[in-house]
């Protein structure tokens, strides 16, 4: 397959922005369906899909997550017209029949590990979370990642009695660009890499 070229790079990643204000322009359940058939062909270790989406669309929904939310963040969430919680399922492993099927002793792996199972459902949940965040604006859409809301009211509120837990919120939409902040700075190649 080609290299992408410079306008679907510039789109995805190097001229794609974290938006704050959002235009009254509302994201259809087909394309949030479509995003998530392109999130989900990502790779995860083992093939262990722990990523959980809670798609925010309603007026009743979005008043569940308010409390959940710093001050700062209220209005920009609040004004989207989709937020997705990114979860993960702590308990991933109990698909591995499904996701892994070829090696039976895979949920047992994690199942009598904690700590591996933790690690690896924050982990992958968390790239999950990134393919969602170039999906969408793959499919057009802009996006807002906020970690600035409390996780732990997140989960009572939306996960109470499961072993999912929230990772981070996105705001998707199509993005009022007077509403961006400035652009800030990145570190050089010198500065994040080694060649070695
Ligand atoms: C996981 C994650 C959490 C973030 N949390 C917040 C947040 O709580 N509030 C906020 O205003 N911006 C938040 N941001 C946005 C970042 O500040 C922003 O992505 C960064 O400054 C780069 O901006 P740019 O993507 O427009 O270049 C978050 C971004 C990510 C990826």
Known sequence: MA???DD???LIIREARSHNGWQDKPVTDDVLRQLYDIVKMGSTSMNSCPGRFVFIKSDEARARLKPCLAPLNVNKVLSAPVTVII???QAFYRQMP???AHNPNAAAMFENNAELAATSAFRNGTLQ????????RALGLDVGPMSGF???ICDETFFA???IRSNFL???GYGDTDKLFQRLPRLDFDEACELI
């Open 3 to 5: 290299p992408l070229d």
């Open 8 to 10: 679907a790079l510039d």
């Open 87 to 89: 979860a993960y399922d």
């Open 98 to 100: 499904k996701l892994f």
């Open 129 to 136: 979370g990134a393919y969602l965040m170039i999906a969408a």
């Open 150 to 152: 409390n996780n732990k």
């Open 161 to 163: 009695g499961t072993s």
């Open 170 to 172: 996105c705001s998707l």
